[in-house]
């Protein structure tokens, strides 16, 4: 595996991006030509123009195992976010920013100044979703000199499904920590702001502690380092990551119309991880690694480091022997999930770099089955639109993907399978729950990355 070396910003040309990106591009020029130039001028017309994009990702297996130190195996999709506009880093110690995004109903400029002592939106106040914003530019003030701050103007779109479980929230915060580094690097290019490996963990933090998420570190990490056309394994522990691409090394047929690919679906039931139960289950984890250390030793410094013998010992133990911690029922269920997850992550990246698509498949819907009974993230819409997906013809596997509460399912589909499966889900959808389903089919795109050639969309 690899650790992501201080490198200098990915970049790429308009031109070379997909229609999508392109369009949120243009979308952002126009909402920033008429929010900072056409109706109040632009207080930063010095600076040039700059423009990011980050990717939301789908985790393919390995869910709720990033905050235990585990494997994670996801990849970007094709559906981002973009930050353009304007930056500069003034002699002061604090400075104003100016954020607006289009993806708010009531589109406005959201104000806060930006320092090294700044502090977050309250989480009811209507405009805390700039806390992703803020918290992102806190973690790189304390990396310029003193007595300096940065101040922005910038215009945000993206097209990643909010509350989906596709991480609309991390291909925010990279976008954001793309575009201040891309500041940082053009007024102090002798400063050394890091790699990639810091900037998925400036941003974890700054989800963290800003809004008030208990998120592990995969989202951010992904969308920093991906690779397109490839999976990304992640070992959460060291940082460490491998790309593997599909097939490559198996003896499945190596043609690109034979390979199947990835469906996801929109449950369009919305989540935020910032709330409810997800906080829920990074404290049962944090118990059940306690009462595995009184068990085991050292040797257990997370959930990833425990085997399922460990697990099933703690919990024989509960019932047999009054002198050890309690390993009660909910409790043994979460761990077991984990432990057996991080093994089903580490098979399931050689199945899919084998082209054993049947295994692979077998992989995600024991994953799904574990997430439903053990881990109890599923809910009635996903588990309709999985178990749909896993009878249906031409389809390997299919899982939650993401926190889980609502969002995404994704399915690992025969190609010429795809038209025919996603009629069939958005259909009987519908019929079940009188509501709408959307269906995507994405393959790996590339993490996040500077755009080169916007300096034309100024006039």
């Excluded at 589909?413 to 889900?425: D, H, T």
């Amino acid at each position: 595996m690899t650790v992501p070396r201080n490198t200098a910003l990915a970049a790429s040309l308009l031109s070379d991006e997909l229609p999508s990106v392109q369009s949120l591009v243009k979308s952002a020029k126009d909402l920033y030509h008429e929010t900072f130039v056409s109706n109040h001028g632009n207080s930063l017309d010095s600076s040039p123009l700059l423009c990011t994009v980050a990717p939301g990702r789908v985790n393919l297996i390995g869910e709720h195992t990033d905050y235990t130190l585990g494997f994670v195996f996801p990849m970007a999709i094709q559906y981002s976010t973009v930050c353009l506009g304007k930056g500069s880093i003034v002699s002061s110690s604090r400075a104003s920013c100016k954020v607006i995004s289009s993806n708010k109903e009531s589109a406005k400029v959201v104000i806060f100044e930006s320092s090294k002592d700044m502090k977050p939106l309250p989480l009811k106040d209507a405009d805390a979703w700039s806390n992703y914003v803020a918290g992102v530019v806190k973690e790189y003030m304390h990396l310029l000199p003193d007595d300096t701050a940065v101040s922005l103007d910038i215009a945000i779109c993206g097209n990643v499904p909010l509350g989906s479980g596709l991480s609309s929230s991390a291909a925010l915060e990279v976008a954001v920590a793309t575009f201040l580094e891309g500041i940082i690097k053009r007024e102090f290019p002798e400063l050394d702001i890091g790699g990639l490996k810091e900037k998925a963990i400036r941003c974890q933090r700054a989800e963290n502690l800003f809004c008030n998420s208990p998120c592990g570190i995969m989202d951010q990490y992904v969308s920093s380092t991906a690779t397109k056309d490839c999976a990304i394994l992640i070992d959460c522990k060291s940082l460490e990551y491998e790309s593997v691409h599909m097939g490559d090394d198996g003896l499945a047929s190596t043609d690109e119309e034979d390979k199947p690919v990835f469906v996801i679906c929109n449950s369009n039931v919305k989540h935020s991880i910032g709330g409810g139960e997800y906080p829920v289950r990074v404290k049962q984890c944090a118990e059940a690694t306690k009462i595995l250390q009184s068990i085991c030793g050292d040797r257990i410094e997370s959930l990833r480091d425990a085997t399922l013998a460990d697990v099933e010992l703690a919990h024989k133990k509960r019932k047999d022997e009054e002198e050890f911690p309690a390993m009660e029922d909910v409790i043994y269920r979460r761990a077991k999930h984990v432990v057996t997850e991080n093994e089903r992550t580490r098979l399931a990246k050689e199945a899919l770099m084998n082209g054993d698509w049947t295994q692979f498949g077998k992989l995600m819907n024991e994953s799904h089955e574990s997430m439903k009974s053990d881990y109890n993230v599923s809910c009635e819409e996903i588990d309709f639109l999985v178990s749909k997906a896993q009878n249906f013809e031409g389809v390997y596997g299919s899982r939650l993907t993401g926190g889980g509460f609502g969002g995404c399912t994704v399915s690992l589909v025969k190609r010429s399978k795809v038209g025919e499966l996603c009629e069939f889900l958005t259909s009987e959808y519908k019929n079940k729950w009188h509501k709408e389903c959307t269906t995507i089919e994405t393959s790996p795109g590339p993490g996040a990355r500077e755009i080169l050639d916007v300096f034309g969309l100024e006039n």
